[in-house]
Structure formats: C-alpha cells, structure tokens
C-alpha cells in the first residue's frame, strides 16, 4: 500500500503533464502537424552553439574521471567560480562560490531550499497564479502553502493581501519573475513596496522571512523591459535558478541555489542546503552538465525567436476577441475564458486539437494558460481554431 500523502500527491498529479502525454497520443492519432500543443513549457529554440562546442571539447580534452565523477555536494568549485562571476559582473553584485550551490534544476533546488527552511506547519506564501508544482514542494517537507489573491486587472502581485496572510509562521515567500503563467514582470515599484512589507512584518513579528526568487526565464524578456534582481532589494533573499530556458537545457536538470552573505544564519543555511543536496538522493547536480554551463555563462538563446511567437499569437486572440494581458517575459499568454469554467473551455479547445492548460492548475480559476514556445507554424495554423473558438463562444 502507498503512502497516504503520495495518494493524495497521485490524486493531483500536473494537469500540464497529464495534457502533455494526451498531446502525444493525438498526434500519433492526426499527426503530429495537427495537433496544436501549447500545455507545456517545453523550449522549441535550440541550445546556443556555445552549448555543443563545449560538450565535444571537454569530453574530448577533460580528464574523464573529473567530467564523470562525483564532486562536493555543492558542486565543482571552478563552474560556481564562473558562475559567481557571472551573477557579480551582470548585476552588480559581491557573492563569491560558496554561497553557490548547483542543483538538479529549479525544482531540484527549490526542493533543498524548502528541506533546509521548512519545519511541519511552516508557511509558505505564495502569488497567485503560480506554478503548480509549488504545492508538492511545500508539502514534501510538511510545510504549508498559502496562496496570496490575484490581482486579476495587471497581475501584479497583490501586497495588500500579502501583508494580512504573514503570520508568526511565515517562513518564506515564493516569487516567479518572469512568471508562469502569466509572463508578467513584477515591476521594480512593487519589488520595493513588497521588500519594505517583508522588513516591517520580520520586526513587527520578529521573525525572519525568506524571500525565494524562482528565476527559470530570468533572461526572456521582451520590449527592453529590465527584471528586477531581488537580492539588491531585500537581504533576506534566496536565488533558485536554472538553465533549463535560458540555454534550453530543460532535460538536462541543471541550475543553482544562490544563497548570498546577507541573508539570516547564511553560514547555516548553506551547510544546511549542502546537506540536504545530498540526503534527499541528488548527492551532486550532474557532472558533464555542470561543467558545460560552466563554460556557457555569456551564451543566449534566440530570444526574437520567442518574441516573434508572442506577438503573433497574442495579436491573432486579441483580434479573434480574446482578452489576454500582453506578457513582457516567460514564453506564455494568460487568456480569460469565454466561460466560468475554464475546464469547460479547454475541452472545447480540444476538439479543435488544441491543448491549453486551465487556470486553475496555478490556482486562479477562470483563465487557461498557452505555451508558445513551440514552431512559428504550430501557431499560425492553430489561429484558424482560436478563431471558430471565439464564434462559439460569440466574441
């Protein structure tokens, strides 16, 4: 018999996932050109040339037993080095390698983050929409997690209703920025309203509060929009970030925990995140991985590329009568449902062959959620059905 929590984890496995695999078996059915799948945010764009000129050259130059072999559980000191580097030169910052520690992907290290934190009945703030699968990470620690109400008008996280949800058993706040679902970029307005709500609640509570910056598609953004690097606003901030978009590596399971000097018990905290790397079965980020990002650090995706998705399809709902807020990053559009049940509307999506996610997988039911990171062609001829979508539903 399974365990009573992973029934319940069973229960709610990723709608994103479930469509997915249906998206596979559709297209063996019509194939694969006639099946519009926008449920996953899966990268169409290549990796940078960058990517494979590094893989090829330390696999054949690279000391076998350093490329293949186990490390610290931090991960190999020169690729943090790099990294480090990286983080000081772009954003202006002073961290050094130790306060990196690689992690198998933003979920891997979103997993250590929350092991190290989360004591049972902690609570996790977080903005709705937001990523699914921020639930499980919660609950695998026996944390709780506390959805803050959307601002449905821009999206914008809601700090009135922040500052009412911290309570002495606030330990955290999840950030996405650019965020999934939504591709809204929290402005450097509310970064500072929101920093300022956080210091007042960790004196007027005296508590310390986390701040957890989940940054998967940090570098897609469009119409020269600037994103905010949180850890210049609020001391207490923590950098989960992966490679996953920005190099299009999503399979390869590669990011890193930045956990600065400045945030409370750092000494502890980086220990403590080491530990938990290991103990919770990751031991190290994969080796060949590391050490090509490594190398990668000034490599960029196609971003037009994206961009050129965006305004097409963005463009193509707006005119067919959709009402969707135009995104400034991430690669995906937000739209509101012709109807209250946005589960009602996916399904007459499908029969379209079109796969869109409900809003309600990040908790802010009445919208459906599009991945345009797929080929230019998968949209163009996906707007014929948003079309007859819209007709049914008069727009």
Excluded at 1 to 19: L, T
Excluded at 120 to 131: A, I, K, R
Excluded at 233 to 254: D, F, Q
């Amino acid at each position: 018999m399974i365990a009573d929590k992973m029934v319940s984890f069973v229960k709610n496995s990723s709608v994103i996932r479930a469509m997915f695999e249906e998206g596979k078996i559709m297209a063996d059915k019509y194939g694969a050109e006639n099946v519009y799948d926008f449920s996953l945010g899966n990268p169409n764009v290549p990796a940078p040339k960058e990517v494979k000129e590094a893989i090829l050259d330390i696999l054949d130059n690279e000391d076998p037993v350093l490329v293949h072999g186990y490390m610290s559980n931090s991960g190999y000191e020169d690729v943090r080095v790099a990294i480090a580097e990286h983080i000081n030169k772009t954003f202006d910052e002073n961290v050094n390698p130790n306060n990196i520690i690689m992690t198998v992907g933003a979920a891997g290290g979103m997993n250590v983050i929350m092991k190290t934190l989360l004591n049972p009945g902690d609570e996790v703030l977080t903005f709705t929409p937001y990523f699914g699968e921020y639930r499980s990470y919660v609950s695998n620690y026996d944390g709780v997690l506390v959805e803050i109400a959307p601002n449905t008008d821009t999206f914008q996280p809601n700090l009135e209703d922040l500052e009412k949800k911290i309570t002495k058993k606030t330990k955290a706040l999840i950030v996405n920025t650019p965020n999934n679902p939504t591709g809204v970029v929290y402005s450097e307005e509310t970064i500072i309203k929101l920093a300022d709500i956080l210091r007042k609640k960790e004196k007027e509570l005296g508590i310390d509060i986390y701040l957890i910056s989940d940054e998967p598609y940090r570098e897609l953004a469009y119409d020269g929009v600037k994103v905010p690097y949180l850890t210049k606003y609020y001391e207490n901030t923590i950098v989960g970030y992966s490679y996953s978009k920005s190099l299009s590596l999503p399979g390869e399971r590669i990011g890193y925990l930045l956990i600065p000097d400045s945030v409370a018990d750092a000494a502890d905290m980086i220990a403590a995140a080491n530990v938990a790397n290991r103990i919770l079965g990751y031991v190290n980020a994969p080796s060949l991985i590391q050490r090509v990002v490594g190398r990668c650090q000034d490599a960029k995706v196609d971003v037009p590329f994206y961009d050129r998705n965006r305004e097409t399809l963005y463009n193509g709902l707006i005119e067919a009568g959709f009402s969707c807020i135009k995104p400034e990053g991430a690669f995906y559009l937000f739209v509101k449902s012709p109807v209250a049940d946005e589960k009602e509307f996916c399904a007459a999506a499908k029969k379209h062959n079109i796969l869109i996610v409900p809003g309600s997988s990040f908790g802010c039911a009445g919208f459906v959620r599009i991945a345009y990171c797929v080929a230019h062609e998968t949209i163009v001829n996906a707007l014929p059905g948003f079309r007859e979508l819209a007709k049914e539903y008069a727009l």
